[in-house]
């Protein structure tokens, strides 16, 4: 390629280098685990994956990837409605719509897809649909889609605002269908939506909520079911959507959960379903697998939980201030995108791999490491961590 576009990419790209903001991949060469053999960097402690309950190496998550791929091949070669649906598709919805407490779900190739299938067929120009200013870009280019192809009403409340939300609800008495999407955990914040409060002023206005669970499925609630079951609303929420991507096997995939008119409808009219090959038959049974698993071991929701309390005591103690809350997500606010960008380049060097966060990511000035705990790590890598921790911020002098 020459020309304009590839004189602008190169210039852009270089930009990037200049700024500080380039990121650069760092290749794994084993499994994803609590440690990892990290190309030109031999072994290192991850502190920056959503493997959430360490499932992705699970013996029996790999082993039922693995049956999946003997009996149902690599795949259908085509769309389902077209070459068929494999049986692993439907047990594998029925059994996450159980998981998370709706009468069914639909499967996609990600949960971006999802995101992306729910508004931009569901919704017409009657609707509205209103957003969390930190929502998931995915569900923020599902609502940029939707309203290029439906022309609905879109809108952004300020996060978590409850007030703001109930006005811009109010303020859209003539739409027909009102829908509200919020994460169940805010990624870059680590924070939980307040469900309770959003169920409230839906049903006051008559709108229907949607919970993007990514970063909330295997993680929240007493037996890992999601925000819902950690506020006792289980079967409560109206629709679920969520990745399989993270803790439930981390290899890829995403579903829509909620009634079974929803999930028909997705699959007569959601165009990622009805132009784009179903999720690998390997996926589906680990992730299966990984549902089935947590189901039978909810002790490692509470290992994580325990894992999370200890990490963030001591992070504040060696005088880090991560953000405040409960989840897995452990967000510590750096400042400047570059300076974010140093400090993890600086853990890599001593061993532990953490990603800084910039601009446009997260707003300016409060560009930060993110830190992710998962079951899987074990006191040690977590001591391992928090000293790496100790000595790059006093070398920064930031405790
Ligand atoms: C809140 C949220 N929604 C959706 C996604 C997309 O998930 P997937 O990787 O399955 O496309 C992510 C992934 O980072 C996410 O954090």
């Not at 209103?130 to 309203?147: E, F, M, Q, V, Y």
């Not at 709108?207 to 609630?221: K, N, P, Q, R, Y």
């Not at 959960?257 to 049974?285: E, H, I, M």
């Not at 953000?323 to 060097?349: F, H, N, Q, R």
């Amino acid at each position: 390629m020459s020309g304009p576009l590839e004189a602008r990419l190169v210039e852009s790209l270089a930009g990037f280098k200049r700024d500080g903001v380039y990121k650069r991949l760092n290749y794994l060469e084993g499994p994803q685990g609590p440690r990892v053999r990290m190309e030109g960097r031999g072994e290192v402690i991850i502190l920056s994956s959503n493997n959430y309950l360490g499932l992705s190496a699970e013996p029996a998550v790999i082993a039922a990837g693995k049956d999946a791929l003997d009996r149902f091949g690599a795949g259908t070669a085509s769309v389902r409605f077209i070459c068929g649906t494999f049986t692993i598709h439907r047990e594998l919805e029925a059994v996450l719509a159980a998981f998370v407490g709706t009468a069914a779900s639909l499967s996609f190739v990600s949960c971006w897809n999802a995101n992306e299938a729910l508004p931009t067929t569901v919704l017409t120009e009657h609707d509205l649909v209103l957003s969390d200013r930190l929502n998931h870009a995915s569900i923020i280019d599902g609502i940029r889609l939707a309203k290029a192809i439906t022309r609905c009403q879109t809108g952004v409340y300020e996060h978590s605002d409850l007030a703001d939300l109930e006005a811009k609800l109010a303020a859209a008495q003539d739409r027909q269908v009102k829908m509200v999407i919020t994460d169940g955990v805010f990624s870059m914040e680590g924070a939980i939506a307040n469900l309770p409060g959003l169920a409230e002023v839906c049903r006051r206005h008559g709108a229907l909520l949607v919970v993007d669970d990514s970063h909330a499925t295997g993680v929240l609630g007493t037996t890992g079911r999601g925000t819902a079951e950690h506020f006792g609303m289980l079967g409560q929420i109206d629709v679920i959507t969520s990745t399989l991507g993270k803790a439930l096997g981390g290899a890829a995939g995403g579903f829509v959960a909620g009634s079974v008119a929803l999930c028909d409808y997705l699959t007569q009219r959601g165009r990622p379903q009805l132009f784009s090959n179903a999720l690998p038959t390997t996926v589906a049974g680990s992730a299966m697998a990984a549902v089935r698993f947590l189901e039978s071991h909810p002790e490692r929701v509470t290992t994580l939980r325990n894992n999370v309390r200890y990490f963030r005591e001591r992070l504040t103690e060696i005088g880090f201030k991560p953000l405040p809350g409960e989840t897995p997500i452990v967000p510590v606010i750096i400042g400047e995108t570059a300076a974010a960008i140093k400090v993890s380049e600086m853990m890599l060097d001593e061993g532990v791999f953490v990603t800084g966060f910039g601009y446009p990511v997260v707003p300016q000035g409060t560009a930060r490491v993110r830190c992710q705990l998962s079951a899987a790590h074990t006191r040690d890598d977590l001591d391992q961590a928090l000293d790496a921790f100790r000595r790059v911020g006093r070398k920064l002098g930031l405790v």
